[in-house]
């Protein structure tokens, strides 16, 4: 498919982009999840300026992302050691 002009508006900021159509809805939704973590952050702290309001967000998707990170390089690697383990289990079975 081909891309599309889309506007996204990201603290009271629009931002013009060229995107794939396949993306444009996880980019709104992703624009929709920033603006509404801002609408808490304003609400709960005493912080108004944009920039700090931004800051936060962006600390807090990049803890989030990193964390998703940790736990998929963890479960992976438990994976592979079971997988490990069923294999040499298959191979000792097999061999006798």
Do not use: W
């Amino acid at each position: 498919m081909g891309e599309i002009s889309i506007k996204i508006n990201i603290a009271d900021r629009v931002y013009p982009l060229k995107v794939n159509m396949e993306e444009e809805e996880i980019i709104r939704r992703a624009a929709k999840l920033i603006n509404d973590r801002i609408k808490e952050y304003q609400e709960n702290y005493a912080v108004r300026d944009k920039q700090d309001l931004l800051s936060m967000c962006v600390l807090h998707y990049a803890t989030s992302s990193l964390k998703a990170d940790k736990k998929v390089t963890t479960e992976d690697t438990e994976v592979a050691e079971k997988v490990y383990h069923l294999d040499h289990l298959l191979n000792d079975f097999f061999s006798k």
